[in-house]
């Protein structure tokens, strides 16, 4: 019922910045809780940054500071700012949104490497 495109990744440059786009297949007007997720081969996929249910946000303490989630619901789409990368931000990341059904759906996912 609903997709979940995720765009933006690459290869970068410690300190460097990119900003990761989650296109979504229906409107997200009422889509409260939705967010990025991260996963290393071989470990759990972890929060990164997210909107609540409750209308606030949640940042995993690694990213804050220098990863901002944001949204513009005309464009359906979701966006992670990523700023002064690290190499131990290198990961796959997932865009996700929780419907008031309850059921959850993920992106394919898009690879960041950042390079020391």
């Known amino acids: 019922q609903v997709q979940l495109v995720e765009s933006g990744g690459g290869l970068v440059q410690a300190v460097g910045s990119l900003r990761l786009s989650c296109a979504v297949s229906?409107?997200?007007?009422?889509?409260?809780?939705m967010g990025w997720y991260r996963q290393v081969s071989g470990k759990q996929r972890e929060l990164v940054a997210a909107?609540?249910?409750?209308?606030?946000?949640n940042y995993a303490d690694s990213v804050k500071g220098r990863f901002t989630i944001s949204r513009d619901d005309a464009k359906n789409t979701v966006y992670l700012q990523m700023n002064s990368l690290k190499p131990e931000d290198t990961a796959v990341y997932y865009c996700n949104v929780l419907l008031a059904t309850g059921v959850n759906y993920w992106g394919q996912g898009t690879q960041v490497t950042v390079s020391s």
């Open positions: 229906r409107s997200i007007f009422s889509i409260n809780a």
């Open positions: 909107f609540t249910s409750g209308g606030n946000t």
